[in-house]
T-cell receptor, first 113, second 112 residues
Framework: GQQLNQSPQSMFIQEGEDVSMNCTSS?????WLWYKQDPGEGPVLLIA?????ELTSNGRLTAQFGITRKDSFLNISASIPSDVGIYFC?????????????FGTGTRLTIIP | NAGVTQTPKFRVLKTGQSMTLLCAQD?????MYWYRQDPGMGLRLIHY???????AKGEVPDGYNVSRLKKQNFLLGLESAAPSQTSVYFC???????????FGDGTRLSIL
């Protein structure tokens, strides 16, 4: 199947630092989604991107859909303790009207006190 | 606001036992999904449904069955549990195609 490569796999940062992570695909597609998962909970949608080149913000989070439609990045500015968690990119694949979501392997964010 | 509710939250089974996981959503969503999440991996789609009475296979369907008798419920069944099915299972729903999915909090299943 199609692969999503997410990097880095893990990040250790200090509170207040900015964070950047990205996701690349071997093929083009029409929708990028970024989710965050806290321990013991399900993924929660952060940002959805629907157009190539689209840049969308949600508070301190900013995500962009690459022009080539094969990549996306997520930035977090001025990180705070509650940003800790696993961030997943996902692509939305529609086939004959059926929607399927493929997830990246995740970026685990840890904030060092 | 309940959203997507999964029951049970935890379960330990012996190899060969059967089990049904329940997912309920109160958002009147058409689409529902079952995923499994294993360490170091993203979520993988097991089965999904595009409406009441319909189901389809996802990426890793073997060993699982599903049913969508009511629009708000999506059941995942393990007929004969195997240790390889030890995982965290997530249910999700969405209103339409290309709409983001909303997830439940997961069911942690251990098979001994």
């Amino acid at each position: 199947g199609q692969q999503l490569n997410q990097s880095p796999q893990s990040m250790f940062i200090q509170e207040g630092e900015d964070v950047s992570m990205n996701c690349t695909s071997s093929s083009i597609f029409n929708t990028w989604l970024w989710y965050k998962q806290d321990p013991g909970e399900g993924p929660v949608l952060l940002i959805a991107l629907y157009k190539a080149g689209e840049l969308t913000s949600n508070g301190r989070l900013t995500a962009q859909f690459g022009i080539t439609r094969k990549d996306s990045f997520l930035n977090i500015s001025a990180s705070i303790p509650s940003d800790v968690g696993i961030y997943f990119c996902a692509r939305c694949e529609s086939n004959f009207g059926n929607e399927k979501l493929t997830f990246g392997t995740g970026t685990r964010l840890t904030i060092i006190p | 606001n309940a959203g997507v509710t999964q029951t049970p939250k935890f379960r330990v089974l012996k190899t060969g036992q059967s089990m049904t996981l329940l997912c309920a959503q109160d958002m009147n969503h058409e689409y529902m999904y079952w995923y499994r999440q294993d360490p170091g991996m993203g979520l993988r789609l097991i089965h999904y449904s595009v409406g009441e009475g319909t189901t389809a296979k996802g990426e890793v369907p073997d060993g699982y069955n599903v049913s969508r008798l009511k629009k708000q419920n999506f059941l995942l069944g393990l007929e004969s549990a195997a240790p390889s099915q030890t995982s965290v299972y997530f249910c999700a729903s969405s209103h339409q195609r290309n709409q983001p999915q909303h997830f439940g909090d997961g069911t942690r299943l251990s098979i001994l």
